[in-house]
């Protein structure tokens, strides 16, 4: 459960460094931008290139595992 409100200070965190970064990102609610935030990082996965760790923002790839016919 600690996890669960390190990670939500963790956001609350970025979205006022944004907002003090970018004083216009403020038109965005601390909910929108956490939910768009989630959405987002449920897509980065962890993938070698040349090598190399690194992440990488695979929309779609997380489909690839899902059987046809539904």
Same mark, same amino acid.
């Given at each position: 459960? !600690?996890?669960?409100? @390190?990670? &939500?200070?963790? %956001?609350? &965190?970025?979205?006022?460094?944004?907002?003090?970064? /970018?004083? =216009? $990102?403020?038109? $965005? +609610? &601390?909910? @929108?931008?956490? @939910? /768009?935030?989630? %959405? !987002?990082?449920?897509? &980065? $996965? #962890?993938? !070698? /290139?040349? #090598? /190399?760790? +690194? =992440?990488? $923002?695979?929309?779609?790839? =997380?489909?690839?595992?899902?059987?046809?016919?539904?």
């Amino acid at each position: 459960m !600690t996890q669960i409100y @390190e990670k &939500i200070e963790d %956001i609350k &965190i970025d979205y006022e460094l944004i907002c003090r970064e /970018v004083p =216009d $990102f403020a038109q $965005f +609610t &601390i909910r @929108e931008y956490s @939910e /768009v935030r989630m %959405i !987002t990082c449920s897509r &980065i $996965f #962890g993938i !070698t /290139v040349n #090598g /190399v760790k +690194t =992440d990488g $923002f695979v929309p779609y790839a =997380d489909m690839l595992n899902h059987k046809r016919p539904r």
